[in-house]
């Protein structure tokens, strides 16, 4: 069965949430699920349902990670070391066929922000193998992701209780 590319980006709530939505309904279908949460270290809710499942992996950020706003170029750059490690273990996984459905979550931030090997990933997405199924969450998608994509949803945020003062909630928003 041919694999398809899927892009959940936009500025509105809920790119990750359908990305692990997806990997709940593929995990329950039999699938072998394979996430990379890029600039993400912190715990949230969906980890612990999604690390309880013998077919979902999960590599992550480093739990003591600033916010990008707040690094030093010298933690920019282990960042940006670290992630590109994750993205060469994710495309591994794909391409020696140990995963159906990749997820590569807020890999647009870390491409935009040049904090992972773009050229990599440029190319793992434009030659990905056949009957991989892959999703790219983010904003600001590169013309090249959107190209290479068969699904594109755009969250568009029309009203959100942050802009309101209200902080993210522990179990809506992580």
């Given at each position: 069965m041919k694999g398809c590319t899927h892009i959940y980006c936009g500025?509105?709530?809920g790119k990750t949430t359908a990305a692990m939505g997806l990997a709940i309904r593929a995990a329950g279908n039999g699938k072998n699920v394979f996430i990379v949460q890029f600039l993400k270290g912190g715990p949230t809710?969906?980890?612990?349902?999604?690390?309880?499942q013998p077919n979902i992996t999960i590599l992550r950020g480093r739990p003591d990670t600033p916010f990008t706003w707040n690094m030093t170029k010298e933690q920019k750059e282990e960042v940006t070391a670290?992630?590109?490690q994750q993205l060469q273990q994710a495309i591994r996984h794909a391409q020696n066929g140990r995963c159906d459905l990749l997820i590569l979550d807020e890999v647009m931030a870390s491409c935009n922000l040049?904090?992972?090997?773009?050229e990599m990933l440029k190319a793992f997405i434009q030659n990905k193998p056949e009957a991989?199924?892959?999703?790219l969450t983010g904003r600001d998608p590169a013309g090249y992701m959107i190209e290479a994509a068969d699904y594109v949803t755009e969250m568009k945020k029309?009203?959100?209780?942050f802009?309101?003062?209200?902080?993210a909630r522990l179990g809506v928003e992580w």
């Open positions: 500025d509105g709530k809710g969906e980890l612990k349902i999604l690390l309880a670290y992630q590109t040049g904090m992972i090997d773009a991989l199924e892959l999703v029309i009203k959100h209780p802009d309101a003062g209200l902080p």
